[in-house]
């Protein structure tokens, strides 16, 4: 077996100078762990790397899978031969993520909660708990760089395009950028697993974390449903409301979705969640095309002028290849993303990060055009 070990990954990937580039060396560093393989390999390389390591795990709601991360990051800790802590922060995750997830859902919105957990949770709540215990930085197994450019701190891209999460750090607060590295960032997920078996951590086949870490199911429906929302039967239309069929709960449906329609004629797409009316609204592919993208509550990683900016794009979603695009803001909270090619699937409550070539600029809250509040929009921008 091709496995990898520390003096082969520092010739290939210069991985013992990108550390110490981040942080000074021996420094304490606290490390994100969530019982995964990414973490528990990032925890193993500044642990050899020299660092004093300190472990810590959110708590962030009760159900099995949680305390199942816990232990697992608590076993390879001990394994690795250092300490950890767990962070119990349910309160802030019920009124910052949960509560908004089902506001969110009731207005027909298809809801990101991974994003706000990021900017209004786990990185605030990390980054103070590293300042607390006088801890250099925060390091955690995103796949996503940290570097220095023109004396400034900024996120790019991942080396490995397939599992860049830069995506979902488009709205944490540039504050936090002196005090975060991403090890991983310049690494490759079949890398990772390797080393994972070279060190003998017995995560390495464990499987990737659900999108929905407080759903058993990793199910939106399933996760409104256990919040007491019910499904009730209704209409499905075409987009001039022609009714086509039925369904049994707008909560199992989401704009772009294909999988579930049960309709002939197809192929069909969701085009609108009605959720006041209880209708889903579908259409072909052609109605899903958006080149124009409104968003609120914008968020700069950086002293940006997009005036001054070029090469730009964006992403609507985290899995979504960047679109090249231009920026237009309204305000310091709201403005309005030109695509230069469509996007498809576009949905209300979703963000959009933005980029300048392959470094992270920001991103904000994906709204209807109805939504801005700046007098500009009056002028039809």
């Given at each position: 077996?091709?496995?990898v070990?520390?003096?082969?990954?520092d010739?290939?990937?210069?991985?013992?100078?990108?550390?110490?580039s981040?942080?000074p060396e021996?420094?304490?560093?606290?490390?994100?762990?969530s019982?995964?393989?990414d973490s528990?390999?990032t925890?193993a390389i500044?642990?050899?790397?020299?660092?004093d390591?300190v472990?810590?795990t959110?708590?962030?709601?009760?159900?099995p899978s949680?305390?199942?991360?816990?232990?697992d990051?608590?076993a390879?800790?001990d394994?690795?031969?250092?300490?950890h802590?767990?962070?119990?922060?349910r309160?802030?995750?019920?009124?910052?993520?949960?509560d908004?997830?089902?506001s969110e859902?009731?207005e027909?919105?298809t809801?990101?909660?991974?994003?706000?957990c990021?900017?209004?949770?786990?990185f605030?709540?990390?980054?103070?708990?590293?300042?607390s215990?006088?801890?250099?930085?925060?390091?955690?197994?995103?796949y996503?760089?940290?570097?220095?450019?023109?004396?400034?701190?900024?996120?790019?891209?991942?080396?490995d395009s397939?599992?860049?999460?830069?995506?979902?750090?488009?709205?944490?607060?540039k504050?936090?950028?002196?005090?975060?590295?991403?090890?991983?960032?310049i690494?490759?997920?079949?890398?990772?697993?390797?080393m994972?078996r070279f060190?003998?951590?017995?995560v390495?086949?464990k499987?990737?974390?659900?999108d929905?870490?407080?759903a058993?199911?990793?199910?939106y429906?399933?996760?409104?449903?256990?919040?007491?929302?019910?499904?009730?039967?209704?209409?499905?239309?075409?987009v001039?409301?022609?009714?086509?069929?039925?369904?049994?709960?707008?909560?199992?449906?989401?704009?772009?979705q294909?999988?579930?329609?049960?309709?002939?004629?197809?192929?069909?797409?969701v085009?609108?969640?009605?959720?006041?009316?209880?209708?889903?609204?579908?259409g072909?592919?052609?109605?899903?095309?958006?080149?124009?993208?409104?968003?609120?509550?914008l968020n700069?990683?950086?002293?940006?002028?997009?005036?001054l900016?070029?090469?730009?794009?964006?992403?609507?979603?985290g899995s979504h290849?960047?679109?090249p695009?231009?920026?237009e803001?309204?305000?310091d909270?709201?403005?309005k993303?030109?695509?230069?090619?469509?996007?498809?699937g576009?949905a209300?409550?979703?963000?959009?990060?933005?980029?300048?070539?392959?470094?992270?600029?920001?991103?904000g809250?994906?709204?209807?055009?109805?939504?801005?509040?700046?007098?500009?929009?009056?002028?039809?921008?």
């Amino acid at each position: 077996m091709n496995l990898v070990n520390i003096d082969e990954v520092d010739s290939n990937l210069n991985l013992s100078k990108y550390i110490k580039s981040l942080f000074p060396e021996g420094s304490k560093v606290v490390i994100a762990m969530s019982g995964g393989v990414d973490s528990s390999v990032t925890a193993a390389i500044m642990k050899k790397g020299g660092y004093d390591v300190v472990g810590l795990t959110l708590k962030l709601h009760d159900n099995p899978s949680t305390n199942h991360a816990i232990r697992d990051a608590k076993a390879i800790a001990d394994f690795l031969g250092f300490e950890h802590n767990v962070l119990d922060l349910r309160d802030e995750f019920q009124e910052h993520v949960l509560d908004k997830f089902m506001s969110e859902y009731e207005e027909g919105k298809t809801p990101n909660p991974c994003m706000r957990c990021n900017k209004n949770i786990k990185f605030n709540g990390m980054v103070e708990y590293t300042k607390s215990i006088g801890a250099s930085g925060l390091v955690t197994g995103h796949y996503v760089k940290r570097i220095v450019r023109d004396g400034k701190h900024a996120i790019v891209m991942a080396k490995d395009s397939n599992k860049d999460q830069s995506y979902f750090l488009s709205m944490i607060s540039k504050e936090h950028l002196p005090y975060i590295g991403f090890p991983l960032g310049i690494m490759t997920k079949p890398t990772v697993r390797r080393m994972a078996r070279f060190w003998n951590l017995f995560v390495a086949k464990k499987a990737e974390s659900q999108d929905l870490c407080f759903a058993v199911s990793n199910k939106y429906h399933d996760v409104l449903k256990n919040m007491g929302t019910q499904d009730i039967s209704g209409d499905i239309v075409d987009v001039d409301g022609n009714k086509l069929g039925k369904h049994d709960g707008v909560s199992k449906f989401t704009v772009g979705q294909r999988k579930g329609l049960n309709l002939s004629g197809g192929p069909w797409f969701v085009n609108k969640v009605d959720k006041p009316n209880n209708k889903i609204v579908v259409g072909r592919m052609e109605d899903l095309e958006c080149y124009d993208i409104y968003f609120n509550q914008l968020n700069l990683l950086g002293d940006f002028d997009f005036n001054l900016m070029k090469n730009l794009s964006t992403k609507v979603r985290g899995s979504h290849r960047p679109v090249p695009c231009s920026v237009e803001t309204y305000n310091d909270q709201e403005g309005k993303i030109t695509l230069k090619n469509p996007e498809y699937g576009v949905a209300y409550g979703q963000f959009c990060g933005i980029y300048q070539d392959d470094m992270l600029v920001g991103g904000g809250y994906i709204i209807d055009k109805s939504e801005i509040k700046s007098e500009c929009i009056q002028g039809g921008k």
